[in-house]
């Protein structure tokens, strides 16, 4: 089995992929959140339009920030320490010398750093940093680091950070990923690396991620789960200008924003749009996601991918015209895999890690012209301590080490199980699926919906060889489509890239898929 889709998963960056290893594998232990209450509703979605502009129909608006950011205080606030554009350096010194809690006000201009690459501003606990109109920070392309260190609470608003040369997989603000920090009504752009690295308890608002070389944020903690991050309102737009999936083929480490180990986020609102890569992607053991009302629109691959991970929500999103770029790469390349818009990769519901639900749910979505809907996908030869798991080195939440996961004892259960990132539990419902294929200039390989794995064949001990995890996935794991509205040409593949159906065989025995949907005429050809 050597074709490309038999392999497919996507790797972990190496530093990450060392980091990752030493932060050790919390089974479920963080607290059970609430249960998301917004209940589904078939004839909302039925008609909504996937406008994206905050129609009556609840489709959500862009969130516009880049092009209109929200000014500064033009004026220092009472007892804030005041800082000089025309002195170099100003800031980092004036952070040094100064109490922690201490809020400060930029001035208008361009203010800069030492000219050392290391010169990177290290606030206190509970530093403000408060830019006034026309306020930047620029790098000059000298800086690798705009704000450093492990301070927690520190709050940066209304400031421009520009110019900073983050080495690959390293970031500009916050560098460190410390705690608690608020960034709000900030510019991120034109910076190396991520232009934001996340820590426990960060809330991103109303900011422009934009023009970054890797990532416009890297959520990734080292010592441990990140938990309880919040995305809301942003604007992520034309990051990945590096094109580093192309400089280093199945690296895995780029995206609008990417997030590794996070237990508990809240991504809504934003705008995620041309990004250089996939939009939104969660890679190893995230859980407890809730991805609601932002419009993902025309970024090159994926809108979203959710990749050795548990328990989620995505509901309530605009999907547009994404994928187009590698969607079209993979199938010009003769590549069968179905590679979608929205792509659920070895992920799943898990009832023993505790999260706002026990399933991923995907509901009151619109999906428009986006080269293929929705993937779940499950490669039989990816699990803990197989050669063949990208995320070396790193387990599921289920199981405490990885050398437990070896013969005899993952021939049999519970360990058969366990040591498997499972797609599992998928609910799929209350969407509206539409494809145009003369807008995505497209006559194959733009058209499926799937539920899929590899014929297992590696390593020579694995219990999971042969058909039995795609026997699995397509009819025993509770993957379900159900109550959704299609219009076009669509097509549906199952176990495997070769069993290509048609709607009424997709719904028929055995598959018994899409209860309650409809197929309605087809747009373009």
Known sequence: MGSTWGRRAWPVAPLVLVLLATAGCDSGTSDARPQPTDAPSASASASASGSGSGSASGAPSAARVCADPEPGPAKAPAGAVTVDPAVPGDLAAKTGSSP????????????????DRYAQVAPKEGDTYLGAPGAVLDGRKTNQYAFGGKAPDVTIRHLTVRGFVAPHDEGVVNHDSADGWVVEHTTIRDNSGAGLMAGARQQVRASCLRDNGQYGMNAYKGDGPLRDLVVEGNEITGNNT????????GCGCTGGVKFWAVDGADIRGNWVHDNRGTGLWADTNNNDFL????????????????ETSYNAVVRRNTIRGNNRVEGRRY??????????TVYVSESGGEPRVPARTDRIEIYRNVLEDNWSGITLWENADRFCNSPANTSSGVCTLLVDSPDRCARPGIASAPLYADCRW???????????FVLDKSVLDCTEKCDRMAVLANYGTYPDWSPYQGER????????????????VYVGPWKFVVHDPSRVLDFDRWQAEPYRQDAGSTLGPRAGG
């Open 100 to 115: 922690p809690h201490t809020t400060f006000w930029l001035r208008p201009g361009t203010h800069t750093l030492a000219p």
């Open 242 to 249: 590096g094109d580093w999936e192309l400089r280093r083929e």
């Open 291 to 306: 991805i609601e009302d932002n419009v993902l629109e025309a970024n090159d691959g994926a809108a979203l991918i959710y």
């Open 331 to 340: 199938a010009e390349r003769g590549d069968d895999f179905p590679f979608a």
């Open 422 to 432: 499972k797609t599992q539990r998928v609910d799929i419902h209350d969407n509206r």
């Open 469 to 484: 995890v795609a026997e699995a996935i397509t009819l025993d794991q509770h993957n379900r489509w159900h109550d959704n």
